[in-house]
């Protein structure tokens, strides 16, 4: 399964992984998902975090 974006300049759809738009070339602007954050750099693993904590939080209300 892969992801597309779609090009501001154009409107066509690229690869998510793209950087540049396959169409017209342009930069795409990085609007990625959580698991695409996750191959991008450490912001991802923040975003990762912040949600272990609040699951980590749901089931400790649902069991105490
Ligand atoms: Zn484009």
Redesign the pocket.
Known sequence: MQNYSI?P????E?PSENLN?I????TLPHTLGVFSGLRYGAKGYVWLAIAAALIAAFLACLLL
Do not use: E, F, L, Q
């Open positions: 090009c300049h154009c409107g066509g690229t738009c169409y017209c070339g342009n």
